[in-house]
């Protein structure tokens, strides 16, 4: 799969499905449809045991797919599924236990940077990206705009990527891409109708094809 490098790419939030096989088939035909730059399972309240169950199963098709396989939730699960890394939800004092722990082995990203103190804070730590949104902050068609203006100012002027969490609306990545932001992270926007989901992935590499500002080299 080629990589779009020079340009804003797509990060898939793994939906929250109790059942690990249903859950895995949705994601696997998801990233049928074209570039994922990265997935990120989050825990969503689950039991280490199932957790692991449903890791498991995601790991693999993501690795295979030529994505990041990063786990939002018990750090020992992605050492016993040989996830590529860590999403940390908390704030700078959790980035920086897990950077210190594990950036020689992991991914390690994420933060709830709200603002640009808290964003500055993360970045000190020195993680892989910073994230603006919630893992389940997709609740309007556009993306949050607090975000947006956090990713814009972000970008301008610290190195480390940043993810921003889009809206339910495919178009609303475009908006992330013109921020400058690295990476744009879909959940329902890709998951709400499952059957539509490999298509809804091949219409945002296209959009982002066509239209998002590149990168310098």
């Given at each position: 799969?080629?990589?779009?490098?020079?340009?804003?790419?797509?990060?898939?939030?793994?939906?929250?499905?109790?059942?690990?096989?249903?859950?895995?088939?949705?994601?696997?035909?998801?990233?049928?449809?074209?570039?994922?730059?990265?997935?990120?399972?989050?825990?969503?309240?689950?039991?280490?045991?199932?957790?692991?169950?449903?890791?498991?199963?995601?790991?693999?098709?993501?690795?295979?797919?030529?994505?990041?396989?990063?786990?939002?939730?018990?750090?020992?699960?992605?050492?016993?599924?040989?996830?590529?890394?860590?999403?940390?939800?908390?704030?700078?004092?959790?980035?920086?236990?897990?950077?210190?722990?594990?950036?020689?082995?992991?991914?390690?990203?994420?933060?709830?940077?709200?603002?640009?103190?808290?964003?500055?804070?993360?970045?000190?730590?020195?993680?892989?990206?910073?994230?603006?949104?919630?893992?389940?902050?997709?609740?309007?068609?556009?993306?949050?705009?607090?975000?947006?203006?956090?990713?814009?100012?972000?970008?301008?002027?610290?190195?480390?990527?940043?993810?921003?969490?889009?809206?339910?609306?495919?178009?609303?990545?475009?908006?992330?891409?013109?921020?400058?932001?690295?990476?744009?992270?879909?959940?329902l926007a890709v998951f709400g109708e499952p059957?539509?989901?490999?298509?809804?992935?091949?219409?945002?590499?296209?959009?982002?094809?066509?239209?998002?500002?590149?990168?310098?080299?």
């Amino acid at each position: 799969m080629s990589e779009p490098e020079n340009r804003c790419r797509l990060v898939l939030i793994v939906p929250d499905i109790a059942d690990a096989d249903e859950q895995a088939k949705i994601v696997g035909d998801a990233l049928k449809g074209g570039d994922v730059a990265s997935i990120i399972l989050p825990q969503y309240g689950l039991g280490d045991g199932e957790f692991q169950k449903h890791a498991e199963k995601i790991v693999p098709l993501a690795q295979n797919a030529g994505a990041a396989a990063l786990l939002a939730g018990d750090s020992r699960i992605v050492g016993r599924t040989k996830a590529d890394g860590l999403h940390i939800t908390g704030g700078a004092a959790e980035i920086s236990e897990a950077v210190e722990k594990y950036a020689d082995k992991l991914i390690v990203g994420g933060g709830n940077a709200a603002d640009r103190h808290h964003a500055l804070e993360i970045g000190e730590e020195r993680p892989e990206y910073v994230f603006f949104g919630k893992l389940e902050g997709d609740i309007k068609p556009e993306a949050h705009p607090k975000n947006l203006a956090l990713a814009e100012w972000w970008a301008s002027m610290i190195e480390i990527p940043c993810i921003v969490m889009g809206g339910t609306d495919p178009a609303s990545a475009l908006a992330v891409a013109e921020s400058g932001a690295e990476f744009v992270a879909m959940r329902l926007a890709v998951f709400g109708e499952p059957a539509r989901a490999a298509l809804v992935v091949a219409e945002i590499n296209a959009l982002l094809d066509e239209k998002a500002p590149r990168f310098e080299g």
